[in-house]
């Protein structure tokens, strides 16, 4: 098991640390909100994080699963689940031990349930659930875009509203209006592809492996983006975003060098590519930024990784006096951390979860 932080050792199983949980007595009632328990599984990370007092960040203990799902050149969902389920003790532990707390000093439990993979999703979910019965804590489910849109605010502790934010992950591409806490507008959506997504799947047409971001980036360094020309869906008058022709294209460009014995230029390829997605989010994001008078805009999920796109985004965000917040890489793509401090955010606006907290895999940003 791969750790970003900390080192798991050998623990004993679930049911173990409940039953041992029961029997402890337990510390001094703490404001809910003054050390938070983050939990995430949604994917293919299996992570557990402290936050303290909703922003200061005591262990941020991440386990990636990408080396066992490499060799299928993609998430597998089962064996994600399975992942979790031996990952997810040892990790919770380290993320006690690195904070310097122990389970007594636990004020609150907060938990992604959703989207996300269903079985993953489950694993965390449970683990929550039962830590947060055996020890009496108030339970928070997070939705785990949100979760990163909140990474900003461990970035950046006063940011006033209103905000925008453009979301860019694995599964979801969105142009966010952040009204206050709790109150989200979806001013667009992609219609088809996510960005990560379209950045996959032509990582794996080009034979670069998964997760495709952080390959293509790499290799783009290499190329110009003016070698190849790749359409750009504008989608005119509207914030919403279209990736699969794009997608399709590089797909059509492939095969037809491919049939004609012809060479393709990866590097260039892959430079145009990523030109031509970091081009439409940001002429989107700066348009919704100017329309909608925010002086602030964030950038979050696992493409905010992305340097080039960090980097012209900025640019073009200061030539028009707007400023933009970006989370370090290590909060960009999906960690615990983020979890805890939206769920922060939760807790004290009242919104806890009862026992029959479940996973939601589909479950819409905002609802
Ligand atoms: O937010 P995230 O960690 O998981 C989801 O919630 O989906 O995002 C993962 C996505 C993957 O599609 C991955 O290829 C992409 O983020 N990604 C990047 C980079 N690092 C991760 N995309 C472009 N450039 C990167 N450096
Ligand atoms: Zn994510």
């Known amino acids: 098991m791969a750790l970003w932080r900390g080192r798991c050792r050998k623990r004993p199983g679930l049911v173990e640390v409940f039953t041992l949980t029961l029997f402890s007595l337990r510390g001094p009632a703490r404001e809910a909100g003054r050390f938070i328990l983050g939990l995430e599984t949604s994917c293919d990370e299996t992570s557990a994080a402290v936050l303290k007092d909703g922003k200061e960040i005591l262990s941020n203990v991440i386990s990636s699963q990408i080396t066992t799902h490499q060799r299928f050149g993609g998430v597998v969902p089962e064996i994600a689940s399975r992942k979790h ?59 785990h875009i949100e979760g990163h849109i909140y990474a900003n605010l461990l970035t950046e502790r006063e940011l006033s509203f209103p ?13 966010v209006r952040l009204l206050e806490h709790g109150r989200l507008e979806i001013i667009g959506s992609t219609r088809d592809d996510a960005a990560g997504e379209a950045f996959d799947k032509v990582a ?8 495709g971001g952080p390959l293509i980036e790499k290799l783009a360094r290499e190329g110009s983006i003016e070698a190849y020309d790749l359409p750009r869906a504008w989608l005119e008058g509207s914030y919403d975003f279209s990736f699969s022709g794009l997608k399709s294209a590089v797909l059509n460009l492939l ?14 390829l892959a430079a145009s590519f990523q030109e031509a997605v970091v081009d439409v989010l940001i002429q989107k994001t700066c348009r919704a930024a100017r329309e909608s008078n925010a002086e602030t805009v964030l950038l979050a999920g696992g493409v905010a990784a992305n340097g080039y796109l960090r980097e012209r985004l900025r640019e073009a965000l200061a030539a028009d006096g707007r400023r933009l917040v970006v989370p370090p890489l290590i909060l960009c793509t999906d960690n615990a951390a983020m979890i805890a401090c939206a769920g922060y955010h939760r807790l004290m606006r009242g919104e806890t979860a009862a026992v029959d907290l479940n996973a939601v895999a589909d479950w819409p940003l905002g609802t």
């Open 85 to 143: 389920m031996e990952n997810i003790t040892g990790v919770v532990d380290s993320a006690l031990e690195e904070a310097g707390i122990g389970w007594d000093d636990l004020t609150a439990i907060a938990v992604t349930s959703g989207p996300g993979l269903v079985g993953a999703l489950l694993v965390g979910v449970a683990y929550a659930k039962g830590a947060a019965m055996a020890r009496k804590l108030p339970l928070v489910g997070v939705h």
């Open 163 to 175: 905000l925008l934010c453009l979301v860019v992950s694995g599964g979801h591409t969105h142009l």
């Open 204 to 211: 794996r047409a080009l034979g670069l492996g998964y997760p």
């Open 255 to 268: 095969n037809r060098a491919k049939q004609r014995g012809e060479e393709i230029h990866k590097a260039g």
